[in-house]
Nanobody, 122 residues
Framework: QVQLVESGGGLVQAGGSLRLSCVASGTSFSIMSMGWYRQAPGKQRELVAAISSSQTAKYADFVKGRFTISRDNAKNTVYLQMSSLKPEDTAVYYC????????????????WGQGTQVTVSS
């Protein structure tokens, strides 16, 4: 089983930036596809970005050009760099492991972190 721990959330003004981190343990991180999802109050959880073991990435249309997903296999960590943040980006952001990257759209794996809150003020 994979343990995932997110960090880096917080309160930021519109137009600002944040970087989320997710550290994985308990598995071979380098061969796993990883993803970031988010869930706003009253809404379903949605895919934000995904990254394959070979470092290719996919993004939801609503974050293209603003967010970047990356990974550091030496640190067992996946990142989400968020820029030009908007109030509608406010949500709890979750890290997901063992995501099925080849699907269109990618399908979430069974491993989730506890989530980190991102709040964007206008």
């Amino acid at each position: 089983q994979v343990q995932l721990v997110e960090s880096g959330g917080g309160l930021v003004q519109a137009g600002g930036s944040l970087r989320l981190s997710c550290v994985a343990s308990g598995t071979s991180f380098s061969i796993m596809s990883m993803g970031w999802y988010r869930q706003a109050p009253g809404k379903q959880r949605e895919l934000v970005a995904a990254i394959s073991s070979s470092q290719t990435a996919k993004y939801a249309d609503f974050v293209k050009g603003r967010f970047t997903i990356s990974r550091d296999n030496a640190k067992n960590t996946v990142y989400l760099q968020m820029s030009s943040l908007k109030p509608e980006d406010t949500a709890v952001y979750y890290c997901n492991g063992n995501l099925k990257y080849s699907s269109d759209p990618p399908i979430a794996g069974r491993d989730w972190g506890q989530g980190t809150q991102v709040t964007v003020s206008s």
